[in-house]
């Protein structure tokens, strides 16, 4: 049978969902669930033995899409029914609620990909690199440091926009530096087909006719670095000034100009779309 939603815990697999809410997006770092299941199975005599902190994993047709932890469970009944609601994340949801430490806290001459694994070593996550992102996460960072009380996202997203890059997870508890890629669906979405509800959003609130990025950059010729990248949709006078993350020279500081616009111009037009199946191709 297709399209089914298990959640693996504690060595037992737990079905029978009523209500099923699984959300991952490529400016989501950590996936997460939120299951509804009615309060025991039809052969089983105790309560689901499902407890906040276990280890969980949430497969589709047995392909994991979450992996991570049990965040809350929330049992409950009233005079006709009972219902047990289970909610969890990615194992990267640590990286979004924990303070980022490691040793001293500052990098030298360091790759973002070796900054992020340092800050990971104590998570047990793995870092992946996509093949968009082989060149950024290698090259070097001449200077890199945790700022006090932030989180080791916030730490770790600075890093990323340095270079260019995008963070998300792989449905398998990874963390993935990578940029979005350009292949096409295989399946076409198409209005009294496949498509339930449509749902559009274009927005100018957070775009600008101007990037301007500045900083400073220790070593080379040009001390003061920047960089400038226009929208040509926006047609009022709306410039931002970004300070750089961390050092930059000249041809960093436009490709974090060029990064910003181009982040901001995707998020302005947006799509949501209801569809009849989780996978392409429907239910076969």
């Known amino acids: 049978m297709p399209d089914v939603c298990e959640l693996r815990v504690g060595g037992m697999i737990y079905g029978g969902w009523t209500d099923i809410e699984i959300q991952r997006g490529l400016e989501q770092v950590s996936g997460q669930f939120t299951l509804q299941v009615t309060d025991r199975w039809p052969e089983q005599t105790e309560p689901r033995p499902i407890m906040p902190g276990q280890s969980a994993v949430v497969t589709i047709d047995n392909e994991p899409v979450v992996t991570g932890w049990v965040d809350d469970t929330k049992p409950g009944y009233d005079e006709k029914n009972t219902w047990f609601n289970v909610t969890g994340r990615d194992k990267t949801c640590d990286l979004i609620d924990c303070s980022a430490m490691f040793k001293t806290g500052q990098w030298k001459k360091s790759s973002l990909l070796r900054i992020a694994t340092d800050l990971l070593s104590s998570y047990s996550i793995a870092v992946v690199v996509g093949d968009r992102a082989k060149g950024p996460a290698y090259e070097i960072i001449d200077s890199f440091n945790i700022e006090e009380g932030e989180t080791v996202f916030d730490c770790l997203e600075r890093a990323a926009r ?17 940029l979005p890629g350009s292949t096409k669906a295989t399946t076409a979405l198409i209005e009294g087909q496949n498509i339930k509800r449509i749902d559009g959003n274009f927005s100018w609130h957070e775009r600008y006719s101007e990037y301007i990025v500045k900083g400073q950059a220790r070593g080379h010729a040009q001390h003061n670095a920047k960089g400038t990248s226009t929208d040509s949709v926006v047609t009022r006078h709306r410039p931002l000034i970004i300070p750089a993350e961390d050092q930059v020279h ?32 429907g239910d076969a």
Do not use: H
Request: overall charge positive.
């Open 250 to 281: 000249g041809p960093s500081a436009q490709q974090r100009a060029d990064w910003e616009c181009t982040v901001r111009k995707g998020r302005g037009n947006r799509a949501t779309i209801r569809v009849q199946s989780w996978r392409q191709g």
């Open 162 to 178: 340095l270079k260019a890059v995008m963070l998300w997870t792989d449905g398998m508890g990874r963390l993935v530096i990578d």
